[in-house]
């Protein structure tokens, strides 16, 4: 898995993103433009996060 903004594993990130570097992200899962992800967030393997969204502490998502 990723964490905050590795991008070593197909992990994109948005520059305009901010991601908590607690948060962690699997393979392949894009961000999008000015997207929050809070403290302890998981993201799942080809989770694709349009722009805009907030996703707060302790979430699991794909």
């Known amino acids: 898995m990723a964490t905050g903004r590795d991008n070593n594993s197909g992990v994109q990130i948005h520059p305009t993103a901010v991601v908590h570097p607690t ?8 961000v999008g433009p000015y997207t929050v992800i809070g403290e302890s967030v ?3 393997a080809g989770t ?3 722009s805009h969204a907030v996703i707060d502490k302790w979430t699991t998502i794909g």
Do not use: M, Q
Not at 23 to 30: P, R, S
């Open 23 to 30: 948060a962690e992200l699997d393979h392949n899962v894009e």
């Open 42 to 44: 998981n993201i799942g």
């Open 48 to 50: 694709k996060i349009g």
